[in-house]
């Protein structure tokens, strides 16, 4: 059984949260833009390709520099399986799965069911597996979040159809994945440049041979600008600096209530689209919108009313208040009485 953690105080959940809503941004734009490639020029191979050979060269170096992570499970060690877990949570598995689904279902799926559900995967195990207790309001946040990208996913039900329903099970597969991930992360208290950095050289040493062999001349007949802009958002942004700020966000908040963020990018996905494609989100959508966003808010563990609130900013970790009623409680020794016992020693001896 492992003890439920205390929640975060406002300064940790704050900076929790910066790093949260960064990293979806970033996935929120990986969304759009991979359905356009995917949808045009490139496939999903490429697209994983291009993603892991630019992370990989990247970040060779900080994965040779601190190794494996090989230690004991769940003391900044993974285990075989646990490194397994984590190439195959993050790497390109999932990004087979997600980007093959763009393929066949629509970019506001993807974004309601991948990162959408992907919190209810990691409350599901965490609660099963590591018997964590959720908070009645981090369980009515969750309930939010699944309610709200039913929803947006209801809204285009006119447009259902076989190929729609297969690439809506890759997404949900996707977001296994990727709960998956989290929880091994999590749990082996990794730095997360060391995490993306086993995941993007792993990924590299895997695929990339496979990859050449059987469809090596296809990026040679994209053009070359297009192949630049993709290797860079894939591999840097979405691979390497979303993973870290989303590592870092669990790091604080923990598995998951770091995870609920990812359920925002539906929400930010309709708002982007605004300004840039012009599309103003219809009723059902705005409702799923305000629904996921509540539903974060409270599966991440955010402070309800001001008397909590209170409480979380002036909450002290237990070991340093321990502490301070360790040294408050010890008996002074004068200077009369320290001298006195070496004395007493002397004369001891002497006799």
Known sequence: MVPRSNAPTIATYLKGVLFGLTAVSIWAAWSALTRLAVTTKFDAWDIAALRFAMAGCLLAPIAVHKGLA?????????GWSGLALLIAGAGVPYVLLAAAGLQFAPAHDQGALN????PLFVALI?????GEQLAAARQLGLALILVGALIIVGSHAAT??????????????????????TIVMQQARMDPLQAAALVSCGS????????????GTHLARIPLADVVLQAIFQGLLVTVVSLVLYGRAVALLGASRGAA??????????????????EWPSRSDWLGVG???GGVYLASGGPIGPREAL??????????RRARMVRSERPSVGPDEGESVPKMREEAMRR
């Open 70 to 78: 090989l230690g004991r499970a769940g003391w900044n060690g993974l």
């Open 126 to 130: 965490t609660a099963l597996g590591l």
């Open 311 to 320: 409480k979380q900013r002036k909450s002290t970790p237990e070991p340093r």
């Open 160 to 181: 259902w159809n076989t190929s729609r329903m297969c690439g809506d099970a890759l997404f949900l597969a996707a977001a296994l994945l990727w709960a998956c991930f």
């Open 291 to 293: 629904l996921i966003c």
């Open 204 to 215: 590299a040493l895997i695929y990339l041979p496979i990859y050449l062999a059987l469809f």
């Open 261 to 278: 963020f990812g359920a925002l990018v539906p929400a930010l996905s309709a708002l982007f689209a605004i300004p840039l494609l012009g």
């Open 115 to 118: 990162p959408g559900f992907m």
